[in-house]
């Protein structure tokens, strides 16, 4: 049973970088045609891609936060992490990892796999 | 970026009820329509995919139609454990986008 646990710091300061890890458990992030990928919810709001990435590092990331997101892999431990840089209130979010299958033209689709989500809070 | 426009925004039916809920995109999406049910505090559950293809594990009562640029979804007799905020999601184009969610409630 694959499971996604999201981690990191619940509060940073405005101009910070957010950083955010997925730890993936019951399966291997290097197996299969999967993307792995970052959606974030707003309190209250609805949901935003962030970005997906392949473990072969290909990546592909929402223009409207690319210029601030780095999405990277660590084989290794087996993780999925998360970079935004300088953060301001309207990054405060539930971010969740989730995993989907590689479809039509080598890109993300759809989410199968959900983490339980972290909620990151942007505040002085 | 294609924008998905959901309808309603929030609705009230009875236990057993039939819901339908419409998700209209910007521009053609072909049939790479997918379905979220949240639950509060939860992440969310792909339900279907490619428009009408129901996940491994979802109950039949739950189904998706539509091609082009109109999607609809249905439950065709409401349970409690339905009470729940509905999403679309597209992915003809990147970035992958999801309509505004639809909050289905119990009369």
């Known amino acids: 049973q694959l499971q996604l646990q999201e981690s990191g710091p619940g509060l940073v300061k405005p101009s910070e970088t957010l950083s955010l890890s997925c730890s993936v458990s019951g399966g291997s992030i290097t197996t299969g045609t999967y993307f792995w990928g970052w959606i974030r919810q707003p309190p209250g709001k609805g949901l935003e891609w962030i970005g997906s990435?392949?473990?072969?590092?290909?990546?592909y990331y929402n223009p409207s936060l690319k210029s601030r997101v780095t999405i990277s892999v660590d084989t290794s431990k087996n993780q999925l992490s998360l970079k935004v840089t300088s953060v301001t209130a309207a990054d405060t979010a539930v971010y969740y990892c989730a995993r989907g299958p590689v479809v039509r033209d080598g890109a993300p689709g759809f989410f199968q796999d959900w983490g339980q989500g972290t909620l990151v809070t942007v505040s002085s | 970026d294609i924008q998905m426009t959901q309808s309603p925004s929030s609705l009230s039916a009875s236990v057993g009820d039939r819901v339908t809920i419409t998700c209209q995109a910007s521009h053609h999406s072909s049939n790479y329509l997918n379905w979220y049910q949240q639950k509060p505090g939860k992440a969310p559950k792909l339900l279907i995919y490619?428009?009408?293809n129901l996940e491994t594990g979802v109950p039949s009562r739950f189904s998706g139609s539509g091609y082009g640029t109109d999607f609809t979804f249905t439950i065709s007799s409401l349970q409690p454990e339905d009470i729940a905020t509905y999403y679309c999601?597209?992915?003809?184009?990147?970035?992958?986008?999801f309509g505004g969610g639809t909050k289905v409630e119990i009369k």
């Open positions: 990435m392949y473990y072969r590092g290909y990546t």
């Open positions: 490619d428009a009408s």
């Open positions: 999601q597209q992915y003809e184009n990147l970035p992958l986008t």
